[in-house]
Structure formats: C-alpha cells, structure tokens
C-alpha cells in the first residue's frame, strides 16, 4: 500500500510557489530593518514559517 502524499513540505526552507500570501510581513520587515536602529525578533510557533520568511 503507497503511502499519501502530503501537501505540506517538511524541512528546510521554503520557496515560490509554496511560500506565499506573506507580503504585508515582508513589507514591515523591510521597512523596520531600514528605518529603526534596533534588531527585529520574529517569533512564531513551530513550522509556521519564520526560516522562509527571512530568507
């Protein structure tokens, strides 16, 4: 018996066309990093994407 397939990917990073629907976060990471002198924390729980989201 064949195992299912899962829609989700595990490990690593993900990239287009599976890491999507995050603009408005990027846009205030991008706009934080230029404009505040001070680091950024970006928490979350697990597997919901941070990794991608930085890279």
């Known amino acids: ?8 990917k595990v490990g690593g990073f ?4 599976y890491f999507v ?4 976060e990027l846009r ?7 404009t505040l002198s001070q680091s950024n924390v ?3 729980p697990r597997r ?3 990794t991608s989201l930085l890279r």
């Open 1 to 8: 018996m064949r195992k299912a397939s899962s829609a989700f």
């Open 14 to 17: 993900i990239e287009a066309p």
């Open 21 to 24: 629907d995050r603009d408005d």
């Open 28 to 34: 205030h990471l991008y706009h934080d990093a230029r």
């Open 42 to 44: 970006v928490i979350a």
């Open 48 to 50: 919901f994407g941070k």
